[in-house]
């Protein structure tokens, strides 16, 4: 009964480093999301993807690319990480249409 | 105008006092709404649906008001464990599932 699961849960890296945080769920959900929590701007919707091999932009996706070879799993790659990308990181996925989402626990990055 | 609107708080009550939330949203066409409870440094977790006619699971009772356009979180006989953030959530059913998140109530329930 895993559900969505991240990893790391902790990462701190310094500026330019680049990394991959990684999600997979278990519920045959095609739709999976990221988002960025960052204090008084609730969640942000960095990158989607409807199904394998399908991505797309959300409303903060400079810096982020992401890719869906498989149902299960989409990660998140920070190409040349900045300060401003610290934050809590959480991966999400649907079954789409009006369905709710289901979280992993969240990524808590550090940038210096 | 934000896509969604909350209002932040704190709100701090007693236990066993009722308090309610509401939550506005921009897009008319918006077709689905929940409400999710986020714990201190958590995840986000399925609180409730929001069904148009209203619905009610427990202690907690969601509305939806499209006229209005907002969607409201009554909680009855409040307690301790109740205290956290409640995000308001739409999907703003532009094609795909575009959900936009409120930046959260806060609710402190004290003894």
Known sequence: NAGVTQTPKFQVLKTGQSMTLQCAQDMNHEYMSWYRQDPGMGLRLIHYSVGAGITDQGEVPNGYNVSRSTTEDFPLRLLSAAPSQTSVYFCASSSGGRTPLHFGNGTRLTVT | RKEVEQDPGPFNVPE????????????????????????????????????????????????????????????????????????????????????????????????
């Open chain 2, 16 to 111: 066993g006092a009722t308090v309610a939330f509401n939550c506005t949203y921009s897009n008319s066409a918006s077709q689905s709404f929940f409400w999710y409870r986020q714990d201190c440094r958590k995840e986000p977790k399925l609180l409730m649906s929001v069904y148009s006619s209203g619905n009610e699971d427990g202690r907690f009772t969601a509305q939806l008001n499209r006229a209005s356009q907002y969607i409201s979180l009554l909680i009855r006989d409040s307690k301790l464990s109740d205290s956290a953030t409640y995000l308001c959530v739409v999907n703003m059913n532009t094609g795909f599932q575009k959900l936009v998140f409120g930046t959260g109530t806060r609710l402190l329930v004290s003894p």
